[in-house]
């Protein structure tokens, strides 16, 4: 995939080929504060990262700073031992964990002629660039790679004359220097914003139709098998990689938990931590199933050993969206690859909460759907309502509704003992106020 820029109002396509594993170092800072462990294990996510785009990782840098350096990021002189350890390993990519500023990048790029630089915002976008399958998908991917790129034209592009291609450079550059204007960048943000806003009052829309069906959204960090776990219970056909961001866009199943619980499931696109603010911002519409929804599923790798971290980060973006206080539901993917014994019992003391599955096995769904139910009996309701003896129409949808515990008829009506999600329950009471009104 190439570079697709704007010319005088048109979309032209600078170069279609495919650039695969590029060879890259990856480097990251230790800063006052942090564990040199967990910068490793940062940087360790960021190799995954870049293999899901493409590269093949040749090395690893860690550097040792008190405060981020304001021309290297990592300072002068490690910036240019990099570039030199770069060059002599023939490689194409410095890749940093941590989000550079558009002075750090041009900096670099004065160093390194012909390697391209660039931070872990810019690779985990051109990894969705290659995931986004569906106009929405696609339409929320552009919007954060503009908001992205914007401050980073000034100056910048004389550089890419030299950049062939590849990781980073998807829709972001191409064999040959590109002028760029600002203003049609702007005018394309625009366009997309407007887009994204169409999307949004269809998601509106079919939400109306969603109404008083009880909703429930997997959460969780990417690769954890939300989409595995999406699968197993409605029977869907979800693409399921061992892949980051394997899942852009989101889906929604009906699971019936019995003849009288029916749920919606969703499964979006997965967290991760630095989760880059244009994303989050342009994934708006996407996340607005979550932000909908009345219980939260946290899935969770129960299997890697940074689970403690990847929980954290989940949290904290729910909190960024405004989501942090929905019911949560914490579930321990993967199961099945810890071995039984002290590991496992540690990971169960420590998550005394959670509900440990395996959703490739079908391992313990039962007892995760136990719990779902659990959640929606504490939401039902019961209550009476009164209808006319002539309204045989409005008590069959009653019946299709909700559950009539009983059912009495009477010189004044026919009176229905109902039990059922609150938001039924609620409409059913409206429409029985509503035809006794008529009736009288």
Known sequence: MGWQGAEGGRVIVIDKREHQHERALLVGAVHSGMMKETVEEHLDELALLAETAGAEVAGRVLQKREKIDPRYF????????????????????????DELSPSHVRNFLRLTETIKVMDRTGLILDIFRQHAKTKEAKTQVELAHLLYLLPRLTRLWTHLERQMGGIGTRAGAGETQIEV??????????KLRKELEKIDRE???????????????????????KSTLMNAFTGSDIVTRDQLFATLDTTVRTLELNSRHKVLLS????????LPHTLVASFKSTLMEVLEADLLLIVLDANNSAVDDHLKTVREVLTGIGANRKRQILVMNKVDLIEEGRELQGLKSRFEEAIFVSALSRLRLDSLMGAIYDVIEESFYTRTVVFDHSLTKEIAFVYNEVEVLDTSYEEDGVYLKIRGDNAVVNRVEKLARRKRTVAR
Do not use: M, P
């Not at 998601?203 to 098998?225: D, E, I, P, S, W």
């Open 74 to 97: 990592i300072g002068k002189g490690k910036a240019e031992e990099i570039v030199q350890q770069a060059k002599a390993l023939d490689l194409q990519l410095i890749i940093f964990d």
């Open 181 to 190: 204007d600002r203003r049609l960048i702007r005018d394309r943000i625009a």
């Open 203 to 225: 998601r509106a829309t079919q939400g109306k139709r969603r109404k008083g069906l009880f909703r429930v959204a997997l959460v969780g960090y990417t690769n954890a098998g």
């Open 267 to 274: 499964d979006s696109v997965g967290f991760i931590r630095k």
